[in-house]
Nanobody, 123 residues
Framework: QVQLVESGGGLVQAGGSLRVSCAAS????????MGWFRQAPGKEREFVAA????????NYANSVKGRFTISRDNAKNTVYLQMNSLKPEDTAVYYC????????????????WGQGTQVTVSS
């Protein structure tokens, strides 16, 4: 089992940057693939990015490709999402996700979730 706690959300102007972090408990962080999802008001939760257990493989939603970067530091039990060139449509609660093999783009398939952190992008 893994517990996830996000941090780093906030308010940023369009075109700006923000980095959100997710700290995981336990000594087996490196055995989990990690990911980020987001949910805007009135919308379904959607996939943003995923990273493999070693960090060697990543996957991104088309809407964030080229602007967002997912990374992880297994020594610190932390996964990051660097968000650049932010747009108002990026406004959402961002959730950290974890799974043993891979974090798929289907929210219902994810086993572990954080509580979320709000990111608001003003125009």
């Amino acid at each position: 089992q893994v517990q996830l706690v996000e941090s780093g959300g906030g308010l940023v102007q369009a075109g700006g940057s923000l980095r959100v972090s997710c700290a995981a408990s336990g000594r087996t962080f490196s055995s989990y693939a990690m990911g980020w999802f987001r949910q805007a008001p009135g919308k379904e939760r959607e996939f943003v990015a995923a990273i493999s257990r070693s960090g060697g493989s990543t996957n991104y939603a088309n809407s964030v490709k080229g602007r967002f970067t997912i990374s992880r530091d297994n020594a610190k039990n932390t996964v990051y999402l660097q968000m650049n060139s932010l747009k108002p449509e990026d406004t959402a609660v961002y959730y950290c996700a974890a799974d043993r093999v891979w974090v798929t783009a289907t929210p219902s398939a994810v086993h572990y979730w954080g509580q979320g952190t709000q990111v608001t992008v003003s125009s």
